[in-house]
Antibody
Framework: QITLKESGPTLLKPTQTLTLTCTFSGFSLSTSGVGVGWIRQPPGKALEWLAL???????RYSPSLKSRLTITKDTSKNQVVLTMTNMDPVDTATYYC????????????WGQGTLVTVSS | QSVLTQPPSASGTPGQRVTISCSGS????????VYWHQQLPGTAPKFLIY???QRPSGVPDRFSGSKSGTSASLAISGLRSEDEADYYC???????????FGGGTKLTVL
């Protein structure tokens, strides 16, 4: 059974750096074809893909946010960490991590999401 | 503004068949698979359709997907009240080297 869970701060001030951790179980990020991605959703708005890291450490970023994002993995801890610098109120959103692999090709399993609010 | 274009809303009565469209370009839908997610109010998205028209186990066969050229569609037959949700299409975009989502369609069951 694949599960993912996001953790991190719920409230940040503008210009601060966001660090989110995705802790997962039921799969290994050292298995060929497996990846974990981050997707966010501002309140009442659409989903927006942020970043993706694969089993071989290949990393992909949203072009519009690339300069602010870093994604890393700790295979031994079954964790993926996303950092986003220079947070702004427009970054207020629910942040999800999700599993992807070659079997489905898409984000088949999602965490419950964590709401991050940016406010002074 | 989302790369993939969906109608903001759709509606139908119980038992009806409804379709939701997703329009893209040659760099995303035109050259890659389309995926659909269902998001019930207050919950995380759920995987609904993968690789254009495949259903994960547990997804009723009332849900079906199709793709033609740079557009895709999600069809829901035998509409039920529990189908009331937001639906999102997604695809890999070769030009952006990343995933793109549609703006979402809010389905109302009248």
């Amino acid at each position: 059974q694949i599960t993912l869970k996001e953790s991190g701060p719920t409230l940040l001030k503008p210009t601060q750096t966001l660090t989110l951790t995705c802790t997962f179980s039921g799969f290994s990020l050292s298995t060929s074809g497996v990846g974990v991605g981050w997707i966010r959703q501002p309140p009442g708005k659409a989903l927006e893909w942020l970043a993706l890291i694969y089993w071989d450490d290949d990393k992909r970023y949203s072009p519009s946010l690339k300069s602010r994002l870093t994604i890393t993995k700790d295979t031994s801890k079954n964790q993926v960490v996303l950092t986003m610098t220079n947070m702004d109120p427009v970054d207020t959103a629910t942040y999800y991590c999700a599993h992807i692999d070659d079997n489905s090709g898409g984000f088949a399993y999602w965490g419950q999401g964590t709401l991050v609010t940016v406010s002074s | 503004q989302s790369v993939l274009t969906q109608p903001p809303s759709a509606s139908g009565t119980p038992g009806q068949r409804v379709t939701i469209s997703c329009s893209g370009s040659s760099s995303n839908i035109g050259s890659n698979y389309v995926y659909w997610h269902q998001q019930l109010p207050g919950t995380a998205p759920k995987f609904l359709i993968y690789r254009n028209n495949q259903r994960p186990s547990g997804v009723p066969d009332r849900f079906s997907g199709s793709k033609s050229g740079t557009s895709a569609s999600l069809a829901i037959s035998g509409l039920r009240s529990e189908d009331e949700a937001d639906y999102y299409c997604a695809a890999w975009d070769d030009s952006l080297s990343g995933w793109v989502f549609g703006g979402g369609t809010k389905l109302t069951v009248l």
